[in-house]
């Protein structure tokens, strides 16, 4: 899809410089070290957000969201989701589109700690959030329990599927640090997995949460 | 019903692939491998082999890395999203495609005009499929092709809804979906069949009108179209590479002391790969490569050479991780060909992946079947004839046979076959995990248990008496003790809900495709790296190569980089049928052997000692008589002469030759597994609560990602038994549940808790003696399942899916 | 998806004076890209708009109008909650799980986890149909302005079983059939003001109007959503039916409420989801159990008048079935 | 029998042993039954003919758009 340094439509110029925009651009770096280090639990966005109440699109318009802990602004219609935002624009392919209407949850990210599928949003829509995608998952070279434990147990195969499970199951624990087995596999009941990785996510995410007490 | 052909079924193997047998080597030795099975009949077999194979590997449990569980070398980049897979690939300057289809099941284009696609904002190119005998590849040239508007001759008759007509290239994607929907089509419908049994009635819209000459082929498999008859009918066919018809089938029957004839159907499956069908194709000058969600890389790189007239030198086709294929993803598909075409046109990179409801409509299916099975039993059990009749169809393609488990799973001296492809208006069928096995065990497996009823036996029992297959003997008995297989009497449970048990088995024949293979490359660092074409589509191939040739250096599975997918690299097999193990491995340990002789030959110079004194283990290489000479792996390729040490290997024919051709290994695969169900006969719907799968697939490289295969069949079978169905509109030919939601796959609530019981088999086959497990993990699921829903309710179901309406209807309570 | 412009509502006042359609209008009336509609959670609608069939001209959201999300309970009043509460709030309150056991029961079991999350209420209650030839791009159906209900001649096996004679599409709202069981209330705003409407006759049946299935205006919004305190003698369950136990939609579900003096129900609501356009409502049924002891027999007679009236299609007559052993079986459970 | 020497070079198969190639490439063992096939020229299972691509109709000489195999290119 369209870089997004192109240039810029006459919709932005309209909206002119409005001071968030300014602070952000004067202080990416600062914000983008403040919120790593608060730490992964931290979902407050680094600044509260203000609703913008102009008039946006059809053309692209600027949108300003934390992504694994680092500001980012994009330039992009109203009718991109959160997923092709995050694809396309910023590159993180982790996230995956397979259904396209929220039926398989390969899609899912953490908006504000809470999981969503994010074909279904509109990057709009997250304007001003927080955003945790697969990519972010891992802090400071240290891969997620989950994680972790999703290699030990061989919970991926295609792997297509692997990191909206992770999302998933690690959504779970940060929820309920000690899940039964009906807690995970309520977790994962709007995951889609056609290769039949479920026994090991399964036994996967469970593992992980003995681990992390 | 069935065709009494009795003519000689001669088949089509081209002569070079008729041979078999030991081959005969120049330079042979003799060595002595690990056979059968441990714990129960192992004994060694002396083979004679070329000499420049490996050595005989002893079996797993003498072996530092092979049949360990070994983690997935890749597993990393899947759970943190840093694996690249085609629909991640992004090019500078990259388009993207879409394209336009038929919107209905029967027409002819009277006319189609593109000049305003051509002209929308964004658009880089435009490509219509154009229908001209002869013509060339590129039938609609260049940016200023002259036909804007194209005629009803030109065009391509339109047989299903989904079909393919043209194409567009775009800046982003929702301008080349925008641009699509302005091609002006201006359709006339035609009358339409898409029903199995409508099809085959006389009086039946025609899906292919023009009669087709035989053109030089046994009688068996024309397509008599304008037959009224026969219209819409292909075959009958009578044999396989497993033989035609044997025995007297009239003589077997009026030999049983009874006769059960039933009728069978099962329905149509999509392959629901998550990953879309789908390539990023960049035509260059000098070279086009292609990223492909494909299953053969090199099967795509050829087809895109043939086509376009390339060296298949110039062609680079790239499948570094994929999204699922399940037998789908062969060929370099209607979207591979228009992407490159695309490409070539605009001179940029285009990707072209299919969008959920594409995939469902055009990207294949498993054919359904309609199945008349008729077998004749003798009071003491025995099976005196078989006789199988089936029509399946799979659209405007071909392919609806129900497979080979009734002609050769049980011992029976007379068997005859007939099976019939039924032509609809319906997107086409396309090879899925053990086409034709999955719909001939759900017939075949109720069969042998309702005679096991019928002579009071136990099933398990009974298939002990027929079943002559040694390994399946174990599977079945280790099985059964790890479920508690106990028989109970059908629906005898008091309650609405209802527990049952059941099983049944499959088997799958040992395929090897020679066409396999590697290079292992040792690097003067201690860096070692494993390069051929072969590509892993999620069943963990990466991860046991790096574990063959660790196990070959003494080495450990992470310390083995592993660089496949890439067509740049030694041809590997394309993965399907269960083949990809049984072909690569060898390729791979054989390459690796080389390798190390290589590098021990230089260092046996550095040392001044016989290259038959040094060995590798541990990490170390050393002197098997001088315990003083003794260095790292690391040190050891710092001797090196040059900065690698490389080999390349292919695979050589099975040890001991193939039983049929080249790549028809002795020894089927067997499969045995139980369910436990419970089906509320109120509403009717059906929880499988428990499966045993008891397998085995020679020798397990990797026990812990075969398990994770056989996982996914079991899954994959529960799916096919209860839930998945490609619904079709009777009066329109929409798929009208052509997406993830009405489309019903086993999500986690409907995973049963799955036991595998792996039995280590082996054969003396080659240096890995290594087997598949991909499709004999899914073929005997819905039979199971079946077989266990009839026994919790007593009456027994003929028709998949198993939904809560048929049981509804076959408790007669609806 | 088709080009729209996006705006945030910064009031509600605000967002009415922007909206001019309801979704329905916006996919019938006014079809030419320049409708204004109002998106809450936005799953329903993005789903439309990807599959094409609505192209509207502007979203206004809802999500940064303050107070919208507001739940409470109180023993006295009940529950009430605002109409972008997602259906997650509603399976996380403890008041919800503790008093409205059959609310709560509906909520678990709707859509998947992340779609909990992110729909809302108001937007669930206002969703179109998922007949599977409405959502289809290729189906031009009464629905959609069209003369042709596909599903009638056509595969029916999830449709409807009572009023079926003009779209025997299903309401999609599972949730809807706990609420109206609960003699629920839903509060519309519009520029004059409120109006306050229970539940039953929210909803429009196909025969009624076919083109929609609320009441709701162009010019209003959903602003409250209120149940009625429950009595210590309130006896309440909740049984969906799918295909499949994770996600899937209903091919059933069945709420029952019951007023009990002891072993004798005094009064009884009773609602079927996914039998008809609308959450249906069994008036018949519901006689059936009042004043009398709660037994087998009764349960029986009550499944039986429940599904008198039916008028099954082709393909789902194991509908007629089905609900009476889920009503059955749901009628059971509240009792005991 | 007089089963073709040649197949067109565009017509291409699966079945469960692996793919089919057209052209003097041989048809490896075979299972007429459980094959899918499809011709290269338009990517579906139809020819440009518009009939069947087939091992029955695909070794046709005769056929339109039938196409004679090429000695292979490998460079």
Known sequence: MKNDSKERSPEKKKQGVSRRAFLRGAGMTTAGTVALASGMLSFKPAEPAPAKTALMGPGETEVSLTVNGQQRTLWIEPRTTLADALREHLHLTGTKVVCDRGSCSACTVWVDGTPVNSCMTLAVDVDGREVTTVEGLAKDGELHPVQEAFIEHDASMCGFCTPGMVMSCAGLLERNPNPSLDDVKLATSGNLCRCGTYPKVFDATLAAAKKMK | ?814 | ?336 | ?75
């Open chain 3, 1 to 336: 998806m088709n080009r729209f412009e996006y705006i945030k509502a910064p009031s509600i006042a605000e967002a009415l004076d922007m909206m001019d359609s309801t979704v329905p209008e916006a996919m019938v009336q006014k079809t030419d890209g320049s409708a204004r509609v109002v998106k809450a959670g936005g799953t329903d609608l993005l789903d439309l708009i990807k599959e094409g069939i609505l192209e509207p001209g502007r979203l206004i959201d809802l999500k940064n109008i303050p107070g919208l999300d507001k739940l409470s309970f109180d023993k006295e009043k009940g529950l009430q909650f605002g109409p972008m509460v997602t259906i997650a709030d509603l399976e996380k309150s403890k008041e919800v799980k503790q008093h409205y056991p059959a609310l709560y029961q509906a909520a678990a079991h709707a859509a998947t986890p992340q779609i909990r999350n992110m729909a809302t209420m108001g937007g669930n209650l206002m969703q179109r149909p998922r007949c599977w030839y409405f959502r289809s791009n290729g189906h031009h159906c009464r629905k959609k302005g069209g003369t042709t209900c596909f599903a009638q001649i056509g595969q029916n096996q999830f449709h409807s079983i009572f009023l079926t004679n003009v779209c025997p599409c299903v309401h999609p709202s599972s949730l809807a059939t706990a609420l109206v069981a609960y003699d629920g209330k839903v509060e519309l705003t519009g520029p004059e003001g409120k109006r306050v409407l229970p539940l039953s006759e929210f909803f429009t049946p196909s025969n009624v109007d076919v083109t929609c299935e609320n009441v709701a205006t162009n010019q209003e919004i959903i602003t409250n959503i209120m149940l009625p305190p429950v009595q210590d003698s309130t006896r309440a369950h909740y049984i969906k039916q799918g295909q499949r136990e994770s996600y899937d939609w209903s091919m059933g579900d069945v709420a029952v409420v019951l007023q009990m003096d002891g072993k004798k129900c005094r009064d009884a609501r009773i609602v079927f989801g996914a039998a008809a356009p609308i959450p249906l409502r069994r008036e018949s049924a519901e006689e059936v159990l009042k004043g009398k002891s709660i037994n087998e027999k009764v349960i029986e007679q009550a499944a039986e008048k429940a599904l008198e009236g039916a008028t099954p299609l082709a393909y789902n007559g194991y509908k007629v079935h089905l609900f009476k052993t889920l009503l059955k079986r749901t009628i059971m459970e509240a009792a005991s």
């Open chain 4, 1 to 75: 029998m007089n089963s073709p020497t040649h197949y067109c070079r565009f017509l291409r198969g699966k079945n469960a042993y692996g793919t089919v190639e057209g052209g003097d490439k041989p048809f490896l063992n075979f299972d007429p039954a459980t094959t899918t096939y499809w011709c290269l020229r338009t990517m579906g299972p139809v020819g440009p003919d518009g009939q069947p691509a087939h091992l029955s109709n695909c070794g046709n000489t005769k056929r339109k758009c039938f196409a004679a195999p090429e000695v292979e290119k490998e460079s």
């Open chain 2, 1 to 814: 019903m069935a065709n009494p052909n009795k003519k000689k079924i001669v088949l089509p193997v081209a002569p070079d692939t008729e041979a078999h047998g030991p081959v005969k080597h120049l330079y042979s030795k003799k060595v002595k491998l690990p056979y059968g099975v441990p714990g129960h009949n192992l004994t060694e077999m002396e083979r004679e082999v070329s000499i420049d194979e490996p050595p005989a590997l002893p079996i797993n449990e003498k072996l530092n890395v092979l049949g360990k569980r070994t983690k997935r070398v890749d597993a990393i980049y899947k759970v943190t999203g840093a694996a690249k897979y085609t629909a991640d690939i992004q090019l500078p300057g990259m388009l993207f495609g879409k394209f336009l289809r038929s919107p209905h099941p029967h027409a002819i284009i009277k006319s189609l005009d593109v000049s305003a696609a051509r002209r929308y904002p964004g658009v880089r190119a435009v490509h219509v499929l154009l229908m001209e005998p002869g013509g060339s590849v590129e039938r609609d040239s260049g940016h200023d092709a002259p036909a804007e508007t194209y005629n009803m001759d030109q065009l391509p008759r339109l047989r299903y809804v989904g079909q393919p007509i043209a194409a567009v290239a775009a800046e982003s994607q929702y301008i080349a979906n925008e641009a699509v929907k302005l091609i002006k089509v201006e359709y006339e419908t035609k009358p339409f069949v898409l029903e199995l049994d409508k099809a085959r009635k006389k009086g039946a819209p025609i899906v292919f009108e023009e009669v087709i000459e035989d053109g030089g082929n046994e009688g068996d498999v024309g397509v008599k179209a304008a037959d009224e008859q026969k219209g819409n009918l292909r075959g009958p066919t009578t044999g396989s590479f497993l033989g035609g018809p044997r025995g007297d089938v009239e003589k077997g029957f009026a030999e049983a002391d009874f006769v059960l004839e039933k009728e069978y159907r099962t329905q149509v499956q999509t392959h629901c790969c998550l990953e879309t069908h789908g390539v990023v194709a960049d035509w260059q000058p000098d070279l086009l490569t292609v990223y492909a969600s494909t299953q053969n890389t090199a099967g795509v790189r050829d087809d895109l050479a043939e086509l376009f007239g390339l060296p298949k030198s110039k062609v680079r086709v790239i499948t570094e991780y994929m999204g699922g294929g399940f037998g789908s993803k062969f060929g370099a598909g209607h979207f591979g060909v228009m992407a490159t075409m695309l490409s070539k046109k605009a001179g940029r990179p285009v990707k072209l992946m299919l969008d959920r409801e594409e995939e469902h409509l055009s990207a294949g299916n498993r054919p359904n079947s309609h199945q008349m099975l008729k077998m004749g039993f003798r009071n003491d059990g025995k099976i005196t004839a078989i006789d199988l009749t089936s029509y399946g169809t799979a659209g405007v393609g071909l392919g609806a046979g129900v497979g080979r488990v009734a002609q050769d799973m049980y011992e029976c001296p007379n068997f005859r076959t007939a099976q019939y492809d039924v032509f609809t208006h319906a997107g086409p069928g396309a090879a899925f995990r053990a086409p034709g096995n999955v719909q001939g065990v759900f017939a075949l497996e109720q069969m042998i248990d309702e005679a096991a009823e019928r002579l009071g036996m136990d099933p398990v029992k009974y298939r002990d008496l027929i079943d002559k297959h040694e390994v399946r003997k174990i599977q079945r008995m280790k099985g059964a003790e790890a479920f508690g297989w106990k028989y109970k009497k059908p629906g005898s449970d008091p309650g609405p809900i209802k527990r049952g048990f059941g099983m049944a088995q499959g088997h799958w024949t040992r395929f090897i495709n020679l066409n396999s293979s590697a290079t292992v490359r040792i690097n003067k660092d201690g860096s070692v790296a494993i390069m051929s074409s072969v590509q892993d589509i999620g069943t963990g191939t990466k991860t046991i190569l790096a574990q063959v040739v660790a196990e070959e250096l003494g080495l450990m599975a992470e310390d083995i980089t592993v660089k496949i997918g890439d067509t740049l690299y030694p041809d590997g097999p394309g993965s399907g049928g269960s083949v990809t193990a049984g072909s690569i491995t060898p390729a791979v340990r054989n390459a690796a052997y080389k390798a190390k002789m290589e590098l021990l030959g230089q260092v046996a110079g550095a040392w001044d000692v016989e290259l038959s004194d040094l060995d590798m283990k541990n990490g170390e290489v050393f002197s098997k008589t001088d315990s003083s000479k003794k260095m790292s792996f690391g040190e050891a390729t710092k001797k090196m002469r040059t900065n690698q040490v490389m080999a390349t290997a292919s695979r050589p024919d099975d040890y001991g030759g193939f039983e049929i051709g080249n790549g028809i290994g002795y020894g089927r695969l067997g499969s045995v597994q139980f369910a436990e169900v419970l089906v509320d006969t109120e509403t009717g719907f059906i929880k499988v609560e428990r499966v045993v799968a008891a397998h085995s697939c020679g020798r397990p490289l990797n026990p812990l990602q075969v398990e994770s295969q056989i996982n996914g069949g079991v899954i994959m079978g529960i799916g096919y038994a209860l839930y998945e169905d490609r619904i079709l509109d009777l009066n329109t030919g929409y798929q009208v549940n052509a997406n993830l939601e009405q489309y019903k796959l086993p999500y986690s609530k409907e995973i049963p808790q799955i036991e595998t019981v792996l039995i280590e088999h082996y054969g003396a086959f080659s240096s890995t003696d290594a087997s598949g497990i991909g499709e004999p993990a899914n073929i005997p699921t819905a039979g199971a399942i079946a077989n266990a829903v009839y026994n919790a309710i007593g009456v027994r179901l003929y028709e998949l899916p198993l939904t809560p309406q048929k049981v509804l209807a076959a408790l007669g309570v609806s």
